[in-house]
């Protein structure tokens, strides 16, 4: 009952998510059947936010190798060219590589955006912790971050926010709008790490699932809205 009422919450919103377990399985089916990949030979990567709530978030983990992790706070992958190299020298033999990417934002049950209730928690909470955190400071229009190597993770994500700070903060749901701007900063990286790193791949095709994970109460199933599904061609860098 409880899950049907986050469905149609979660519905008002982001109307094309999906039940984060029909998600998985309904891209590896289409990395099978669609495009004949192996998936007992993919080597999973992450780019999502390190927060914990995201652990269980898909059932990708619990059958494709991996994951390799590039994503820290916001799902920006702080791994950079380095971690897409190491990723690529760490794919099977004959195998193929997939990506699965993105922010992630909290929903209660009364439909509010950036909240949602933890484990064994009686107060809600932000999700995702680092963008509202960014989204409160930008509401000083004095703020400006600056990199510090003790919070470098935070300091940047800001950073990589900021020119779009107005737009954010003029939106009719700034909580929305901040991850939808991170999901674009994100999908950005990852196809330019990919492009720069494309000759370290030994095999010939990586996937990409990149989209908005949603996060409900604890106990109950979160939701992804798919965003960009593409396997991309290393030789000839196009797109299947």
Do not use: W
């Not at 409880?2 to 309904?26: C, E, G």
């Not at 106990?219 to 000839?236: H, M, P, Q, T, W």
């Amino acid at each position: 009952m409880l899950q049907r009422q986050f469905d149609r919450m979660v519905k008002l919103h982001y109307p094309n998510a999906m039940d984060a377990k029909d998600t998985s399985i309904h891209y590896l089916g289409k990395l099978q059947i669609d495009h004949g990949i192996d998936i007992s030979r993919v080597l999973m990567a992450t780019s999502v936010c390190s927060d914990d709530i995201n652990v269980p978030s898909t059932t990708f983990f619990n059958v494709l190798f991996g994951p390799f992790i590039m994503g820290g706070l916001g799902g920006l992958p702080f791994a950079g060219q380095t971690g897409m190299t190491a990723f690529a020298h760490h794919i099977p033999d004959d195998g193929s590589a997939f990506i699965f990417y993105g922010p992630h934002i909290g929903i209660t049950m009364y439909g509010e955006l950036g909240k949602m209730y933890r484990p064994r928690q009686e107060q809600t909470g932000n999700s995702c912790g680092a963008l509202m955190l960014a989204l409160s400071r930008f509401q000083n229009q004095d703020y400006e971050p600056v990199i510090d190597e003790d919070d470098y993770q935070q300091m940047k994500l800001e950073q990589s926010l900021l020119s779009y700070r107005d737009r954010i903060l003029k939106s009719d749901n700034p909580e929305k709008e901040i991850t939808e701007t991170t999901y674009d900063i994100i999908n950005k990286k990852i196809h330019e790490h990919i492009a720069s790193c494309s000759d370290e791949f030994q095999v010939e095709r990586v996937a990409l699932l990149g989209g908005i994970i949603i996060n409900t109460d604890y106990g109950l199933d979160d939701y992804f809205d798919a965003r960009n599904f593409e396997v991309i061609e290393l030789k000839s860098q196009e797109f299947a």
